[in-house]
């Protein structure tokens, strides 16, 4: 038996054919803005499921159940998303529509909660004990995971990003100033470049990008390894605020690993992962307790989704 | 049935009878001091406990466990203090001493997470599914609670304490910079409180206080509640940083309530808990889902630890 994952992000949707054991089968996807509507959207959820498992050459009945990853709030006992700002759903009986049209087991959960519960279960945090998940992307998002399941009581996400790591900084669209996310998010990261280079003409970032609108998540970490200082600046202190924060989770959750996922995770380790992991035990308070926390990387990308939306049936049956 | 709870602090050492709904019976106290050593510390202990069973007029059969709230960090699965400065305890076998005196089950934990189990069980946070305890002493604890229990996984108190709100803050003991609680415990507002007199001559905290050396928690609530400026200054300075602490921990746990706890917390409500509150539900990401968490204060005081203390044995039975 296989289970579907679907991942709703604000630009594409996927679906995707996931084994027993989280090995992702087959794939099928299509762009969020041809689906207009939330009975639209849904009506091709059911499409691009079915049409992924006739992929993987499978038919319809080898399928055990179906899992929803949604941008947003949901009411997972109730399969009702509350709130997503980037989709047509809002108060959307979601399992109920889906169901209309293909009659099958149907979960739903956070977006953020199935990459977590995917890297847990078949990434860079597999078979650690309590993870504590970090994605570094447009915001921070986060979660926890414990023997491999999500505590689910920390509902809708943990908002790790919206923790104020600077009182009184930058304001945030969430209504606070100073979130860690206005700090270590990639779009953290492209602002500070930004702003050194504004600061620095004679950086090679200039020629690197062109003009500010071509800065990218990588220009200050390519340009520090060629020796460029505006950018060895930036991610130096990049690094530093995404070091105060995880060891603020660390501090708090005294997890056996911290997996870090987002495009910016996928910089040399030499240049991301060995510096974060010394400040970040600088910073501990439980290292001299023996309960040293290891930072990995997230393994799975884009993918990480999809294979913990495939397994959240798990979440409901082990528990 | 009744069993023993045993707060040990650094300066007072207290077994208390505790029936099975949590009320407490009788204590026996004494100072720390007269125990120099772990040996000396536990024979005191069973000394103390045994007297408390004689004051609540009952005998020792009438015990079922002694539970053990330690300043540090245990292993509570093999009952040995690893480490607690404030005491004679490191790598003591704490339980195997107790019983060669006492032979009773004897369960060890955190002084903090016994206090925050306390209020969870019998005080502010009674019947709340989920509950993070903030507690401003000295410094800054915590703990938290689902469905009335500790969430044990998190080891050795949550150091909420040491997570930094200040980028480049004040020095913190722990090595960090900007550490919660050099913001919002108890000696933060003192420190804070000063800094307001140094700077205001004429502000009638001088005349309350004597000297510098004579402020307490309560010098600037008192003050402001008399019009003065100053201490006015001193608990909207405080008060927003102890708002953005908890902000931090709601956006992240979601509880149901936060229970709040130490001596500022007996301020009255107007001038601490109700601005806190509106400060809380501002910077609070889950409102607006309907999932708004409560803010109390604790209610049972230095007795906390020991409720909490005298109930380790049912985190035990019921997990």
């Known amino acids: 038996m296989v289970t579907i994952g679907i991942d709703i992000g604000g630009t594409n949707l996927v679906a995707g054919v996931v084994s ?13 803005a041809e689906c207009p509507t939330a009975e639209a959207m849904v009506s ?36 009702v998303v509350i709130e997503s700002v980037n ?21 739903l959960e956070n977006d953020a909660n199935c990459a977590v519960l995917g890297e847990g279960l078949a990434g ?32 809708n996400g943990m908002e790790i990003g919206h923790t104020v790591i600077e009182t009184d900084g930058i304001p945030c669209p969430c209504g606070r100033r100073g979130c860690w996310e206005q700090y270590s998010s990639a779009t953290a990261l492209k602002r500070m470049t930004r702003e050194e280079m504004a600061r620095t003409p004679d950086s090679i970032m200039w020629k690197m990008c062109g003009s500010l609108g ?27 605020y995404l070091a105060i924060g995880i060891s603020n989770l660390v501090n708090i959750f005294q997890p056996e690993v911290v997996c870090i996922g987002g495009g910016v995770s996928n910089e040399k380790d030499e240049d991301f992962l060995y510096p974060l ?19 990995v990387k997230a393994e799975l990308g884009g993918d990480a989704g999809i294979i913990g939306a495939a397994a959240l049936y798990q979440e409901f049956i082990d528990r």
């Open 20 to 32: 027993a054991n989280h090995q992702l089968l087959a794939k099928a996807k299509c762009k969020a």
């Open 44 to 79: 091709r959820l059911v499409d691009l499921s079915q049409e992924a498992v006739r992929l993987a050459g499978l038919s319809l009945t080898d399928v055990r159940a179906v899992g929803v990853g949604i941008p947003g709030a949901v009411d997972r006992f109730h399969g």
């Open 87 to 107: 989709t047509p759903f809002h108060q959307t009986s979601f399992v109920e529509l889906f169901r209309q049209k293909w009659d099958i087991p149907v979960y």
């Open 124 to 155: 860079g945090a597999k078979n650690a004990s309590s993870v504590v998940a970090v994605t570094l992307g447009t915001g921070v998002g986060g979660g926890y995971l414990r023997e491999g399941a999500l505590e689910l009581y920390i509902r």
């Open 214 to 240: 071509g800065v990218k998540g990588r220009t200050a970490f390519d340009a520090a390894r060629q020796g460029d200082s505006a950018g060895k600046r930036v991610t130096q202190r990049y690094l530093k």
């Open 277 to 295: 992991q010394e400040m970040v035990e600088k910073h501990s308070l439980h290292k001299r307790l023996g309960n040293k926390t290891r930072l």
